[in-house]
T-cell receptor
Framework: KAGVTQTPRYLIKTRGQQVTLSCSPI?????VSWYQQTPGQGLQFLFE???????NKGNFPGRFSGRQFSNSRSEMNVSTLELGDSALYLC?????????????FGPGTRLTVT | AQSVSQHNHHVILSEAASLELGCNYS??????LFWYVQYPGQHLQLLLK??????LVKGIKGFEAEFIKSKFSFNLRKPSVQWSDTAEYFC??????????????FGTGTRLTIIP
């Protein structure tokens, strides 16, 4: 079974731009969660989507948004990028409602904002 | 708000040494507990988890962790480490609620370096 895939793997953007990251969960998984990983803050929960609905949200500004499609693939969008948005963005999928079920993580998208 | 503390930021050990990584959390109610590992260049993966039952949990690659509710702790242990255990280790906690809004809160991680 293929694992969680994330595209692109690396991205360089400038301040003020917007960016869209994509995540394809493991086949059959219905839940997708997004996390931001930085050296100073560690891993922080962004949001979770389950059956195309945002089920849970972390403490991030409204510039961070996401969606989930009927095939469970998910996208995350960050508008008006700031330097502090530079991070590794991880996607995780689980069979059912996260995080009570084991989450499987993708390799991440490394976003650099200049 | 819930917090998870991993007090050891970087641990350096020789092969065959014993390992204990600390994890403490702040929530007083029911919790589910996890240890994740991130090997160099690899994805984050689950080492072990505790939901209920025996507080001593065994995971992959010889790791175990003990849940001590009175101390709000879930320390990770391994009796004899190998060079291949070099990685970053993350403790994570879910506080169980009646509202269905549980989310995974991670500690800041402990970088483990094993010297051959």
């Amino acid at each position: 079974k293929a694992g969680v895939t994330q595209t692109p793997r690396y991205l360089i953007k400038t301040r003020g731009q917007q960016v869209t990251l994509s995540c394809s969960p493991i086949s059959g998984h219905r839940s997708v969660s997004w996390y931001q990983q930085t050296p100073g803050q560690g891993l922080q929960f962004l949001f979770e989507y389950f059956s195309e609905t945002q089920r849970n949200k972390g403490n991030f500004p409204g510039r961070f948004s996401g969606r989930q499609f009927s095939n469970s693939r998910s996208e995350m969008n960050v508008s008006t990028l700031e330097l502090g948005d530079s991070a590794l963005y991880l996607c995780a999928s689980s069979l059912e409602r996260a995080p009570l079920y084991e989450q499987y993580f993708g390799p991440g998208t490394r976003l650099t904002v200049t | 708000a819930q917090s998870v503390s991993q007090h050891n930021h970087h641990v350096i050990l020789s092969e065959a040494a014993s390992l204990e990584l600390g994890c403490n959390y702040s929530y007083g109610g029911t919790v589910n507990l996890f240890w994740y590992v991130q090997y160099p260049g690899q994805h984050l993966q689950l080492l072990l988890k505790y939901f209920s039952g025996d507080p001593l949990v065994k995971g992959i690659k010889g790791f175990e962790a003990e849940f001590i509710k009175s101390k709000f702790s879930f320390n990770l242990r391994k009796p004899s480490v190998q060079w291949s255990d070099t990685a970053e280790y993350f403790c994570a906690v879910i506080e169980i609620s009646n509202f269905g809004n549980e989310k995974l809160t991670f500690g800041t991680g402990t970088r483990l370096t094993i010297i051959p």
